[in-house]
């Protein structure tokens, strides 16, 4: 099922420095989400297709 642009659930807000790539703020982002519990799925885009990214997340949050 394809959700609609606009869609989607704001998981925190914040603000840092434009140099650290989006990677390295992700799991800040995370940390600080604005919602009870996250969702099963993640959709980013193509700078977090990265399979270290993946397989951290997946220890540290399983």
């Known amino acids: 099922m394809l959700t609609p642009r606009g869609a989607g659930l704001p998981l ?3 603000a840092a420095s434009a140099s ?3 990677t390295k703020l992700l799991e ?3 940390d600080e989400s604005l919602i009870d519990e996250l ?3 993640l959709i980013g885009d193509k ?4 399979d270290k ?3 951290r ?3 540290q949050r399983e």
């Open 20 to 22: 650290p790539h989006e």
């Open 57 to 59: 997340l997946w220890r």
């Open 28 to 30: 800040a982002t995370l």
């Open 47 to 50: 700078a977090y297709d990265a």
């Open 12 to 14: 925190a807000i914040g």
């Open 53 to 55: 990214l993946d397989e």
């Open 39 to 41: 969702p099963a799925r």
